[in-house]
């Protein structure tokens, strides 16, 4: 046996409610079935509506009755086949004919009783079941209606299960050769004989205990979503359905606003050990949600999340609570005999004080009765008034089982909250380990469920990256050509779509999360925006966003940290952040790892040239730098690998049209473009230098007579800088003879040669050092690398 039920949505119309039929057809070919009928969408809240406009003598009931009848008759005229309308809308028309003397008896009395509602509302199920079961009957599949208001005995709200389950078995098996029923769900009859109904859930609770009173092998809840989802798509547009969840887990998101199952309906199925799947009328191919007792474990435990919202917090604090036992249970008593529920509760381990989560429509209540029962303690000045925060705050919920065991997840939790500044007002974890919850500010709930899901569910699929370039000069113009021209490429390679949303050039510039049109950049930045670029962006709100600072700011590097704390990873060929002091070279790291983003910055040192990823290799291999001698300047190289003995000065000016120069040139020629790479490549090997550690010469004014000196010596003049194990650094204008890898460098290649405890022979890496497309270039593969930090 198993037992189908379907909700108000899935009988809305004609349309669906031959896609039941086809499902009724196809679970047939299964096992015996019963299928449990929900009133048509709408249906219900439309019956308690009349009730309640008959209840104020209100005449417009009658109008409405007419309303939903003509909503039913339509679906039966385009439903069955013309030959067997006349039978059932009969059948509808006397249903309408009764469910409008018990209208009109309310109407009469100017009286709604609870008997009289649940006899109204109970129409609902039982029309949808009359509409199915003639539909079934003309295409000759025969079903048997078992009308619930027999069978499910109501008292005192509770269903009695064992005269209930009594009367199923009978129904059931007093027709041993019917392979399928049809029972109206939600409904009842108490036992003064009068029609009642089993509330919210009601249909699930009814096929909950035919599926537990007949055993069942299963249950199925169609509906019209895709199965429990990890968290609700109107929030979270990723939202994905959860494949596998045991039933407490179920049972915890549902309690805390997932509405597929209502946790006190399933309850009779749980004891059974019955499996649920949650299915989707509108795809009923897809595999839904298994619900069940003993899931197969995910890699983490996390399932869902789900939230609530309007909570108010209660804190009660005061020294007088300090080691004196009974004040919460003084606090809980009070609040229990004013009917209230208490969400959530923290209490500080000084016992100095204690927050309490809930609803809003309880704080007034809430703080009266806990006023009035500690009134002497706050007259002594031992407690404060009780403190209400109302109508502020949201409680979120990460949900799975034995999530506790899994080590770090409320870490991740909090950190992904932190990312997007989401203040957390109070955090608590549920001692069935299945459950961590949060409050925060309601007006960036929203935003809190979608940066937890993100974390959880969707960090490493994500398709979209949004850029955000900083500098609009040469580097940065070549790397957004190369974003425009290569984007097809890109994502097929990475499968990712690398999306420039932000562009600034000196005090202006332009943002759009949906992405900006590059081939009208320059247009688009001279009417953009005034201000602080970083300081728009860390108001931003967005998954995995990349900063590529293609500046030479030195403001812009301090600011990184800013960036960090708001999720945004960081990709910079800027020298200046990580040539300043070691401290802050550190920091630098420190907070990107804190924050839990990727902090790149391989082209500050050598432009594309794999510098810095090698340095990281021989750490992390356990090697140790014995000397590092490179030519770090392209500018230089060029410069002395063309010069001729004359013409210094035209020489220079041709390599800036060219690109080969930093912005200011004289950067260049001073040594000290040189001398920040030779910092960052000795931080990055491990030594903890400083600029005043480092033995800097510029390039000398008698450039003339040195050429003319190495020259005749054999050699050739090389801007070399150095660093041993020791901390001994130089930066300077050396002669290199045929014998040194530095002597056959040509253009803007750089070379650097790495000696190490394992390398006593140098590694040798030479290449472009120099160039606008070889440090875009560079920039565009840190921010690839990015992508899988």
């Not at 417009?60 to 309308?85: F, N």
């Not at 009417?527 to 966003?545: K, R, V």
């Not at 050598?606 to 750490?619: E, K, M, S």
Request: aromatic share 6%; net charge neutral; proline share 4%.
């Amino acid at each position: 046996m198993q037992v189908l039920k379907f909700g108000g949505t899935s009988l809305a119309d004609a349309d669906l409610m031959e896609s039941v039929v086809r499902i009724v057809e196809k679970a047939l070919e299964e096992d015996r079935t019963i299928v449990v009928c929900s009133a048509i969408a709408g249906c219900t809240d439309k019956l308690i509506e009349i009730g309640g406009l008959a209840a104020k003598q209100d005449t417009e009931y009658v109008l409405e009755l007419e309303k939903l009848k003509k909503r039913h008759t339509d679906i039966v005229e385009k439903l069955l086949p013309p030959g067997y309308q006349h039978k059932t809308l009969k059948q509808v028309n006397s249903l309408f004919e009764r469910l409008g003397e018990k209208a009109q008896g309310v109407f009469l009395l100017g009286e709604l009783s609870a008997p009289s509602l649940s006899a109204i509302q109970s129409y609902g199920e039982l029309l949808a079941t009359c509409i199915l079961n003639d539909k079934l009957q003309s295409l000759g599949l025969i079903a048997k209606v078992l009308n619930s208001q027999d069978l499910v005995l109501i008292k005192s709200n509770t269903v009695d299960t064992e005269v209930t389950f009594s009367n199923i078995r009978k129904a059931v098996e007093d027709q041993p050769h019917t392979e399928l029923f049809l029972v109206p769900g939600y409904i009842g009859r108490d036992s003064a004989n009068r029609a009642a109904t089993l509330g919210r859930g009601g249909s699930d609770y009814t096929a909950s205990i035919f599926a537990a009173g007949l055993h069942a092998r299963k249950v199925e809840i169609w509906t019209d979503v895709p199965g429990i989802m990890t968290a609700d798509p109107k929030v979270v547009p990723t939202a994905k359905p959860i494949a596998h969840i045991s039933y407490r887990a179920a049972q915890e998101l549902s309690h805390f606003g997932a509405k597929v199952i209502y946790p006190p309906t399933i309850q009779p199925i749980v004891n059974e050990g019955i499996p649920i799947f949650v299915k989707n009328t509108f795809s009923p191919g897809d595999p839904g949600t298994q619900v069940e007792k003993n899931p197969p474990k995910s890699g983490e435990g996390v399932v869902g999340i789900a939230h609530s919202e309007g909570i108010s917090l209660i804190s009660l604090e005061g020294s007088g609570m300090v080691g004196v036992p009974g004040f919460s249970s003084r606090l809980f008593d009070a609040l229990a005999k004013e009917g209230i529920n208490i969400i959530l509760i923290t209490q500080s381990s000084s016992v100095y004080s204690m927050c309490i989560a809930i609803s809003d429509k309880d704080a007034d209540r809430a703080k009266k009765a806990a006023d009035e029962v500690f009134a002497y303690e706050i007259s002594l000045g031992k407690l404060n008034p009780l403190k209400v925060e109302s109508t502020k705050y949201s409680i979120v919920c990460l949900i799975g089982d034995h999530i506790s065991g899994n080590s770090g997840t409320t870490g991740r939790m909090l950190a992904a909250l932190g990312r997007h500044s989401i203040p957390v007002r109070a955090t608590a974890q549920g001692s069935s380990e299945r459950n961590i919850s949060v409050i925060v500010p309601s007006v960036q709930v929203h935003e809190a469920i979608r940066a937890i899901h993100h974390e959880f569910f969707d960090r490493f699929t994500d398709r979209v990256i949004p850029l955000f370039v900083a500098g609009y000069g040469r580097v940065g113009k070549a790397l957004i050509e190369m974003l425009r021209d290569n984007a097809a490429s890109i994502a097929k390679r990475s499968g990712k779509e690398l999306r420039v949303c932000g562009i600034a050039r000196s005090k202006k510039y332009v943002i759009n999360t949906e992405g900006i049109d590059l081939s009208k950049a320059a247009e688009l930045i001279e009417n953009g925006s005034t201000g602080s670029y970083i300081d728009a962006l860390s108001s931003l709100s967005l998954e995995n966003p990349i900063f590529v600072d293609c500046t030479a700011s030195e403001e812009t590097g301090f600011r990184y940290p800013d960036l960090f704390g708001s999720g945004f990873s960081v990709v910079a060929c800027n020298k200046i952040p990580f040539s300043g002091t070691y401290a802050q070279f550190r920091n630098l790291q420190k907070e990107a790892k804190k924050a839990g983003v990727s902090l790149r910055y391989e082209t500050t040192a050598g432009a594309a040239l794999p510098i810095l990823v090698t340095l990281d290799r021989v750490l992390q291999s356990g090697d140790k730098l014995v000397k590092m001698e490179a030519v770090l300047s392209g500018t230089l190289n060029y410069l002395l690998d063309n010069y001729q003995g004359e013409g210094w000065d035209e020489l220079v000016e041709s390599a800036h049209r060219n690109g080969y120069t930093e912005p200011d040139p004289s950067i260049d020629l001073s040594g000290k473009d040189v001398l920040r790479k030779i910092l960052i490549l000795s931080r990055q090997a491990g030594i903890h230098l400083e600029e005043s550690q480092v033995q800097l010469e510029a390039i000398p004014a008698d450039i003339a007579d040195r050429y003319k000196g190495a020259k005749k010596a054999g050699k050739k003049l090389r801007y070399v800088a150095s660093v041993d194990a020791g901390g001994h650094a130089k930066v300077g204008l050396e002669e290199v003879g045929p014998d040194s890898p530095l002597y056959a460098l040509k253009g803007t290649d750089n070379a650097v040669l790495i000696t190490t405890g394992d390398y006593p022979s140098p590694m040798l890496i030479q290449g472009a050092g120099a160039g606008t497309r070889q440090t875009a270039g560079g920039l565009l593969n840190d921010i690839l690398l990015s992508l899988y930090r």
